[in-house]
């Protein structure tokens, strides 16, 4: 497993594992025909991956020749001083291979670079995922907020990990 920073190449492979992934994680949670109406559109990705936002930083994680999975980085979009890991989705059929937690390590190291402490927010019923930060040593802070996707509303709940050693 290899983990390096995006190209613009991988603009297209990442927006797919995006969509893929919404559809087959949160079935339950949307309706399936705007699941399935989801467009792959690289246009986003292409334009962050060629101009990233100011601390931005999005990696991918190949096997052997192909993408399985992203991330993405960068400054917290509601606190002050904290960074955030705005998205990690692997390839619904490279899950529990180590793709995510080599991403998530990878992306905590680039967060720590910088901060002290990172966030993330996660849906509420996203079971797995929930358990897969915990994993990892994210905890969840008590924040909760109401946002809508595909024209359903849904809870996000808010993570934050302290990176101690690093600072």
Do not use: C
């Amino acid at each position: 497993m290899d983990v390096r920073n995006a190209s613009l190449a991988d603009a297209r492979r990442i927006e797919e594992i995006r969509v893929r992934t919404w559809r087959a994680a949160y079935r339950e949670v949307f309706a399936p025909d705007r699941l399935d109406a989801m467009v792959i559109d690289e246009t986003r990705w292409a334009h962050r991956i060629n101009e990233p936002p100011p601390g931005w930083t999005i990696i991918v994680a190949d096997v052997g020749e192909r993408v399985v999975g992203f991330a993405s980085t960068g400054p917290s979009r509601d606190q002050q001083g904290v960074g955030e890991l705005y998205a990690i989705y692997v390839e619904p059929n490279a899950w529990s291979t180590g793709a995510g937690r080599a991403l998530i390590v990878r992306s905590e190291a680039e967060l720590a670079a910088t901060w002290s402490e990172a966030t993330l927010w996660v849906l509420e019923e996203n079971v797995r995922a929930r358990r897969f930060y915990e994993r990892a040593g994210w905890e969840h802070d008590g924040v909760r907020k109401l946002e809508t996707f595909l024209e359903t509303e849904v809870a996000e709940v808010r993570y934050r990990k302290r990176f101690p050693d690093r600072h």
